[in-house]
Nanobody, 116 residues
């Protein structure tokens, strides 16, 4: 089994930055893909960014140029978020996916609030 724990959320002013972490434990060898998602109140969960075990990344259009996703060899991932805007306010979740495409685990989420 895989367990994921997110951290790093908080309150930040527009234009500010936050760095979210997703620490993975358990059967991390089974993780092929890690994704970050977010869910704002009243909206569906949406993909923010993904990174493969080979460190290839792709981003949603609404975060390109502002967010950077990285991972270390232990399977932990880090989402650097710059130039944050109020519309980025959401609960952010990380997700681990296996080689077969099955979802292995979700984290509990971390709240990001962008407000002056």
């Amino acid at each position: 089994q895989v367990q994921l724990v997110e951290s790093g959320g908080g309150l930040v002013q527009p234009g500010g930055s936050l760095r979210l972490s997703c620490l993975a434990s358990g059967s991390t060898f089974s993780i092929t893909l890690m994704g970050w998602y977010r869910q704002a109140p009243g909206k569906q969960r949406e993909l923010v960014a993904r990174i493969t075990s080979g460190h290839n990344t792709n981003y949603a259009d609404f975060v390109k140029g502002r967010f950077t996703l990285s991972r270390d060899n232990a399977g932990n991932t880090y989402l650097q978020m710059n130039s944050l805007q109020p519309e980025d306010t959401a609960v952010y979740y990380c997700n681990a996916v296996s080689r077969s495409g099955a979802s292995l685990a979700w984290g509990q989420g971390t709240q990001v609030t962008v407000s002056s």
